[in-house]
């Protein structure tokens, strides 16, 4: 009987902590963009190579700390020539940088989504599988889908 209440009373001081699974914090970025001055910002002409990090240095811990953060991609991943309005394409350096920073989920199902035809939609769809990220979708060439 002592055995019991000892354990009772050891118990009792160690409180079991259980994870609060009742609460899922989501977190809405707005548009990423990928002007003409912000892919001239990355690149590192000593390298040869573009480089996003810094642009996220700040917001990075808010985008982590959220359970989901999702945001929109208003760019696409379609390989050079890289340019900004009105025909966005990104270095897919942008798309490790997003995955770094915090982002679960990017929504492609925009006015941009096919900037660089039907091409550089795919192109952008598996730089973002490769980059870890799932991807919310919808053009006239890919029904709408989750993955």
Do not use: W
């Not at 003409?36 to 642009?55: E, F, L, M, N, R």
């Not at 999702?70 to 997003?98: C, W």
């Not at 990017?106 to 941009?112: F, I, K, R, S, Y």
């Amino acid at each position: 009987m002592k055995k019991i209440i000892t354990v009772l009373l050891l118990l009792i001081q160690y409180p079991i902590v259980a994870q609060d699974t009742t609460r899922l914090s989501l977190l809405f970025g707005g548009d990423i963009m990928g002007h003409d001055s912000q892919i001239a910002s990355a690149y590192d002409a000593s390298t040869k190579t573009y480089d996003y990090t810094s642009c996220f240095q700040f917001a990075k811990s808010y985008l982590e700390a959220a359970d989901l953060t999702i945001g929109n991609l208003e760019l696409t991943f379609a390989g050079p020539p890289y340019k900004g309005y009105p025909q966005f394409s990104s270095p897919d350096a942008l798309g490790i940088a997003l995955k770094e920073a915090g982002f679960d989920v990017l929504v492609t199902a925009n006015n941009h989504c096919v900037d660089r035809g039907k091409k550089g939609l795919e192109r952008t769809i598996e730089i973002l599988k490769l980059s870890n990220i799932s991807i919310v979708r919808s053009s006239p060439f890919f029904p709408r889908s989750t993955q």
